[in-house]
């Protein structure tokens, strides 16, 4: 997050899953000001579509402030996490499975492979949860003028939110 006075830019990370499972990162560039808010992302935003499509329901939720569109972009992206700790959770289930019924047999041999796998994709997402922690404790804090402080405890409450995600990465 950076602090340019008259706007923030705020560099969001989002994740899912793809069709075969594989992690996705999406990198949610986020640049709010007094009277606007831009976005640009390369691949397909859920939260951004969310938002939008809130907006097109109820165009008077803008009169909340551009600081309200910031916190839905960002509750919406945190709440994408969840699905992907219940896809690792199952996988890690399905694993521990085939390496108890498969450890030393033939058919055994791609568990090794398998858990390494699983193992980078979790430090990869750490990684990610660390840098997307330190941004909203930041906001959740009042740093920044371009939030104003009836907004704060809003997104006090996305960093509650994600503090439970980063203790589900760390389990």
Request: hydrophobic residues 40%; aromatic residues 8%.
């Amino acid at each position: 997050i950076e602090d340019f006075g008259d706007y923030l830019f705020v560099l969001a990370h989002g994740v899912r899953h793809d069709e075969s499972r594989k992690l996705c990162t999406i990198d949610l560039d986020i640049v709010c000001g007094p009277r606007f808010v831009l976005t640009h992302h390369e691949l397909p935003s859920r939260s951004v579509d969310a938002v939008h499509a809130e907006l097109q329901r109820n165009p008077r939720l803008l009169g909340r402030g551009t600081a309200w569109v910031l916190h839905a972009l960002l509750d919406h992206l945190v709440d994408q996490y969840v699905p992907v700790f219940d896809d690792l959770d199952d996988t890690v289930e399905t694993l521990e499975r085939d390496v108890i019924a498969k450890a030393g047999t033939r058919t055994g041999h791609s568990l090794l492979t398998r858990i390494f796998a699983l193992k980078r994709e979790l430090q990869h997402l750490r990684r990610i949860i660390a840098h997307q922690r330190d941004t909203l404790v930041r906001l959740s804090r009042g740093e920044f003028e371009v939030i104003p402080k009836e907004s704060v405890p809003f997104f006090r409450d996305v960093h509650d939110h994600f503090a439970r995600i980063t203790d589900l990465s760390e389990s």
